[in-house]
């Protein structure tokens, strides 16, 4: 398990340094499901199965959704089908493709060595986490939604176009 462990925590650095470098909005938010689902199987591996679960439903499900619903409302300009084509270029998606290739077989032999994977001492329920959550950590979450909430209106903002500019412009 230690292997697994150790590969997935390589595989979420080099996604998330790929986050930060990469140039293009989308080629960014792939590394980023990348990394996320390979923090997900570092928690897998550590026998933390409801918090894995949580990862991906959550954060590279939901919350790359938004994301991704923010990119998209951002205006690209007169050059945007020109650079959607560059997108969609095969050399584009080897990086992502073969970091994922890497999770899955991981996956693959998580799920094959069935119940030996647990390290951890105890199983926490979801009854516990919703607890912790919502008992001590309820500023700390109720916080975190404000901050989304906030970058939510943040995008916005960002990516909508005023009528005036749109008179003057011509719809462009």
């Not at 390290?119 to 986490?129: F, H």
């Not at 607890?131 to 209106?153: K, T």
Request: glycine share 8%; no cysteine; proline share 2%.
């Amino acid at each position: 398990m230690a292997v697994v462990f150790y590969l997935s925590a390589a595989v979420a650095i080099v996604a998330t340094l790929l986050v930060i470098t990469e140039q293009h909005a989308v080629h960014a938010l792939l590394y980023l499901i990348v990394s996320l689902l390979a923090v997900a199987l570092v928690f897998l591996a550590l026998g933390a199965t409801f918090v894995a679960a949580l990862e991906v439903i959550i954060y590279a499900g939901a919350i790359m959704v938004l994301f991704l619903f923010a990119v998209m409302t951002l205006t690209l300009g007169p050059g945007a089908m020109e650079q959607e084509s560059q997108w969609l270029r095969v050399n584009n998606w080897l990086g992502p493709v073969a970091l994922a290739l890497i999770l899955f077989f991981e996956l693959v032999y998580v799920l094959g060595a069935g119940a030996g994977l647990q390290t951890g001492t105890t199983a926490v329920e979801p009854r516990l986490v919703s607890l912790a959550l919502f008992g001590p950590y309820i500023l700390a979450v109720e916080l975190a939604s404000f901050l989304l909430l906030a970058g939510l209106v943040g995008a916005y903002h960002l990516g909508r176009r005023d009528e005036d500019e749109e008179q003057e412009t011509g719809g462009l």
